[in-house]
């Protein structure tokens, strides 16, 4: 089973462990529970290891050229500190992993789902021919530390003595190069993936203890909480953020994900783009990505009747079915995400959920849900 480099620390912590991801052994939540740790960052900050997740480095004089021509959004004009979110399709225009891509100095920082990782690598390799461009699978020799919640800024900027970060766009970035406090760079990108204002701080494996320790102590002023993936998913689930291996898969094209700011419909061509592009102006996905809200109110999280893969019915009619499920505890009530026939996307339309013994009714919402 893999861990991160912050394992022993999450251990420390008394933190509970479960296999996610594909064999990662990750914490799921610490000495309190997941729904405190949800209100932490809806209300104040958390910090969370996403070591986990997959990183790529491109280099070489080609590599934005390279990138652009295969993924489905625009990364020649982007210039350095900026980034973008991009899907990496087949030539059926199916999903094979979506994107992080950050604009660095000297290279392209690739973030994406550990799902994808297998096959994210291959497919890149493999269109690499005569360009000047060379990649490099960084995931064991860097990790990631997420900050979230309405006092991250704060606590960032008072741990680095970065500028006002509030400015810094969604996957933009600025770097605190390597001093006497720490001896690598780190990468702080604007990432907005909870609801919340929100930072990913990219760095060296040697620096990621050194790192989390300064986030937790200067975060004591600001109550901070670790945070561990069962919260992570609540608060992903709540503002109806797809993840690859639940909503995103190869079986799904971009836009039944609504997934149309992962691409630039006036670049030229790239992988899958004949397919999406009809789809766009000469035709409709016959399902799209929806949110489904149970008329149930559970008495516990753990009362929930929602189960990713539930089939989904209007009337006697199968319309679709989940992809993830959670009690919200912003909204107090039991949610799911999922894909539905186009006749039930309108919001208000019920339907009902397949459960353990019988059905679930529930109402058809746009996202992100809305307490």
């Not at 397919?275 to 008495?299: F, Q, T």
């Not at 753990?302 to 919200?328: H, I, P, Q, Y």
Request: with cysteine; net charge negative.
């Amino acid at each position: 089973m893999k861990i991160t480099p912050l394992h022993h620390i999450h251990e420390e912590l008394d933190a509970t462990f479960a296999e996610k991801h594909q064999g990662w052994n990750i914490a799921a939540y610490y000495t309190t529970d997941p729904i405190s740790e949800h209100h932490a960052v809806r209300n104040g900050v958390g910090v969370v290891d996403v070591s986990y997740r997959s990183r790529y480095r491109l280099t070489g004089d080609d590599r934005a050229k390279f990138l652009h021509r295969i993924i489905s959004n625009d990364v020649e004009t982007l210039s350095v500190g900026q980034g973008t979110y991009a899907t990496l399709l087949t030539h059926r225009g199916k999903i094979i992993a979506d994107l992080n891509v950050y604009i660095l100095e000297e290279a392209i920082l690739i973030d994406a789902a550990p799902e994808t990782a297998e096959n994210l690598f291959g497919e890149l390799d493999k269109y690499i021919i005569a360009d000047d461009v060379e990649l490099v699978d960084s995931t064991a020799e860097t990790g990631a530390i997420a900050v979230h919640g309405p006092k991250s800024s704060a606590l960032v900027q008072s741990v680095f003595g970065m500028r006002d970060l509030t400015d810094l766009p969604e996957r933009h970035s600025c770097v605190r190069e390597a001093d006497a406090s720490s001896e690598h760079p780190i990468v702080c990108v604007r990432t907005d993936v909870t609801g919340e204002v929100g930072y990913t701080l990219y760095t060296a494996t040697e620096t990621l203890a050194s790192l989390w320790n300064a986030l937790m102590t200067e975060g004591s002023q600001f109550n901070v909480q670790p945070i561990g993936w069962d919260a992570l998913e609540s608060l992903r689930i709540e503002v109806g953020i797809p993840r690859y291996g639940m909503e995103l898969t190869d079986a799904i094209i971009p836009l039944e994900a609504e997934l149309e700011h992962a691409i630039d419909f006036e670049k030229g061509c790239y992988i899958g783009q004949e397919i999406v592009a009809r789809m766009k102006y000469r035709g409709h996905p016959n399902r799209l990505l929806r949110g489904i809200e149970s008329d149930a109110v559970p008495a516990s999280q753990d009362d929930c009747e929602f189960r990713s893969g539930a089939r989904v019915f209007n009337g006697d009619k199968e319309v679709g079915w989940l992809t993830s499920a959670t009690f919200a505890p912003t909204l107090g009530k039991e949610v799911a995400l999922g894909y539905v026939r186009i006749a039930v996307t309108e919001p208000g339309s019920r339907v009902r959920i397949q459960a353990s013994d019988g059905y679930v009714d529930g109402t058809v919402v746009l996202l992100p849900f809305s307490g």
